[in-house]
């Protein structure tokens, strides 16, 4: 972890910056009309974790700086997480007393069971897993799902196949149950299953983890929908129906109103969009890497060592493209260039810092783009999709940093503030990744 954060409380972190002033006015209302709008086909609204819309807003606002730390802090647990991925190894477990957010961002409505239990279910493209909090579960937050209600719900036995691929498994009675970590927590569940609805389809027979005890403050509270690759993710799990391939669009930094979509099949996916090749690897088989090869700062290509892309399946080095942090991390070499560019673009100008981010100004920024430059693909950022802007104090950080050196973090992350209203395909069959401009409201 980076010390250098103060610890900070389980408040949810505000996510609207530039209007953190109208937010307010969203706290006092329930959930309104605007919020029961029914998910159409196979594509399903999502929303930020702190939107209006969101059973999970957070009561009391918070200042610039403050929602920035607490982002900044979630990332580092993320980036922490992802990097037990990376090695293969399971996460550190951080300093209790530490309490810290790791919960991923952007939530769905799903409905769960025969007849249906609507829950919000956390979106996690670097996940296989699904797990949803079900009754008698010790250290789950309120809303469960009774499986006892469901007449569709079944508990998964040891002789299950999938109970080969869940990690740690033991036979207590009879059902598959097993433990794993996710961020700060721990979680024991048994492999169970049961019909899942997402948007007007219906998958039969999801295998999921019904969870049964739950420690630390990482665990999504009503769930978490895996959209790896992997083995057990839903995408394997619904081959005909989606034949592995889903987009998103996530839902610009500007409005906690806003809102973006899931859209799972090939059914409905843009025709004009440009592609780079997805990377397989196997070792770390729910990532979606891709070949970034260079980055442009307005229209210079900044000069990074090669070996700061360099895709490897031993190591797990590379760039996977992530849901779930929300600020681009490089690895150190690479966001060092890039910074340097930077502030050589400002000249003059006086460079601050807030928190992990060490490239502010309180004069405007000057730099039109960057461009993430993947084999095959250029993808060109607005300002609006690398800089933060507060407009209390004026400040505006350049909204990326480094790789987090106190772990061994070998991975560069193409975050979700820096895909916001682009829709990203992922076509599995294909080996591909899109990228198309797209207003995700
Ligand atoms: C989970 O498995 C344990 C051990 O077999 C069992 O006691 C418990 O009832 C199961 N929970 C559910 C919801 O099936
Ligand atoms: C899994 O977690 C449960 C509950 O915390 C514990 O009793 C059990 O020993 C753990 N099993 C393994 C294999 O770690
Ligand atoms: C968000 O929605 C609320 C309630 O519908 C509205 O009062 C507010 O003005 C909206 N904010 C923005 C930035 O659109
Ligand atoms: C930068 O900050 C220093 C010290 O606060 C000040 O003297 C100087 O005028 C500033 N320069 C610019 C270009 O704003
Ligand atoms: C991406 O930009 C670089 C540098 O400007 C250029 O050389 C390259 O041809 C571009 N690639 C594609 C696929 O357009």
Not at 324 to 343: C, D, H, Q, S
Request: hydrophobic share 35%.
């Amino acid at each position: 972890m980076n010390n250098s954060l103060p610890p900070h409380t389980l408040l949810p972190l505000l996510f609207s910056l530039t209007i953190l002033s109208l937010s307010s006015s969203a706290h006092g209302f329930n959930l309104n009309s605007k919020c029961d709008t029914q998910d159409q086909g196979s594509t399903l609204q999502v929303l930020h974790v702190n939107s209006p819309c969101s059973p999970f807003r957070p009561q009391t606002p918070l200042s610039w700086e403050e929602s920035v730390l607490q982002m900044q802090s979630k990332d580092q647990t993320r980036l922490q997480y992802l990097a037990s991925l990376v090695a293969g190894k399971s996460v550190v477990p951080i300093a209790s007393g530490r309490q810290v957010l790791q919960s991923p961002t952007y939530i769905l409505k799903a409905k769960i069971g025969t007849p249906a239990q609507t829950m919000f279910m956390a979106v996690d493209n670097s996940n296989d897993a699904g797990w949803i909090p079900c009754s008698g579960c010790a250290g789950c937050s309120s809303t469960k799902f009774d499986s006892a209600k469901s007449t569709t719900f079944r508990t998964l036995g040891c002789q299950a196949a999938q109970c080969k691929q869940v990690p740690n498994p033991t036979c207590t009675g009879r059902a598959c149950s097993f433990n794993m970590t996710y961020g700060s927590s721990t979680i024991a569940a048994n492999l169970s299953r049961d019909s899942i609805t997402l948007a007007t389809n219906v998958v039969q027979r999801y295998t999921f983890g019904c969870i049964q005890k739950a420690t630390g403050s990482s665990v999504p509270p009503q769930g978490l929908l895996g959209l790896g690759r992997g083995p057990l993710s839903l995408l394997s799990q619904t081959q005909r129906l989606y034949r592995s391939t889903f987009s998103y669009c996530l839902p610009s930094f500007k409005s906690l109103n806003f809102s973006g979509s899931l859209r799972l099949g090939p059914i409905g996916q843009p025709k004009r969009i440009k592609y780079t090749q997805l990377l397989r690897n196997p070792r770390r088989s729910s990532f979606y890497y891709v070949n970034l090869i260079g980055i442009r700062v307005g229209r210079r290509v900044v000069d990074i060592p090669p070996s700061a892309f360099a895709f490897d399946t031993n190591t797990g080095a590379g760039t996977i493209v992530d849901s779930g942090t929300i600020f681009t991390r490089l690895v150190e070499p690479a966001y060092t260039a890039v910074r340097n560019e930077f502030r050589r673009r400002m000249g003059k100008a006086n460079v601050s810092s807030l928190g992990g981010f060490d490239t502010c100004y309180t004069v405007p920024v000057t730099v039109p783009t960057i461009t993430f430059m993947f084999s095959g693909m250029n993808v060109t950022l607005p300002q609006d999709n690398f800089l933060i802007h507060s407009t209390a104090s004026s400040t505006t950080c350049l909204a990326m940093a480094a790789a987090p050196e106190n772990f061994n973090s070998v991975l560069n992350v193409i975050a979700n503030m820096q895909q916001q209203n682009h829709r990203i395909l992922f076509d599995v069959p294909n080996s591909r990744l899109g990228v198309a401009r797209e207003k995700c409201t």
